[in-house]
C-alpha cells in the first residue's frame, strides 16, 4: 500500500473518531451529574482540545465548563454562561490557570478587574 494511502485512510479514521467522541461527550454533557464527574477525569483534555483543535474548537468549547466571577459559583457550560449575561454585554474576559486559587494570585489579574469596574472582595 503507497505511503500517501496510508496516511489518508489514518486522516478519515482520525476524523471520524474525533466526530464519534465530540457526539458522545455532547451526550454525557446533557446528564449533568455524569457529566461532573466525567469532566473531573478528562476536562483538561478537552481545554487542551479547544486550544489545539482549530476544526472542532467551536463543538470542544461547548463541552468546557467555567468558573464564575460570582463567588459560590459552580461550573457552568459556556451555553449557560452567555445565556446569563446582561444585556448589552458583548464581551466576556477569561484567564487560564490550574485552580482559582492560582489564577487569583496573577499580579495582572487586580489591574484588569479595576479596569473594568469588576473590583472583587475576596
Do not use: W
Not at 490557570?97 to 478587574?113: M, R, Y
Amino acid at each position: 500500500m503507497p505511503l500517501s494511502l496510508a496516511a489518508s485512510i489514518l486522516c478519515v479514521i482520525k476524523q471520524n473518531l474525533v466526530k464519534k467522541c465530540l457526539e458522545m461527550f455532547a451526550e454525557i454533557a446533557e446528564k449533568q451529574h455524569g457529566y461532573k464527574m466525567f469532566y473531573e477525569q478528562f476536562g483538561e483534555c478537552l481545554k487542551l482540545g479547544a486550544h489545539e483543535d482549530a476544526k472542532n474548537r467551536t463543538k470542544v468549547a461547548e463541552l468546557l465548563q467555567l468558573h464564575t466571577a460570582e463567588p459560590g459559583d459552580e461550573q457552568i457550560s459556556l451555553k449557560r454562561y452567555v445565556d446569563r449575561m446582561d444585556d448589552g454585554q458583548n464581551k466576556n474576559f477569561y484567564i487560564t490557570g490550574d485552580s482559582i486559587a492560582a489564577v487569583s494570585t496573577f499580579p495582572f489579574l487586580e489591574t484588569v478587574q479595576e479596569r473594568l469596574g469588576m473590583r472583587r472582595n475576596n
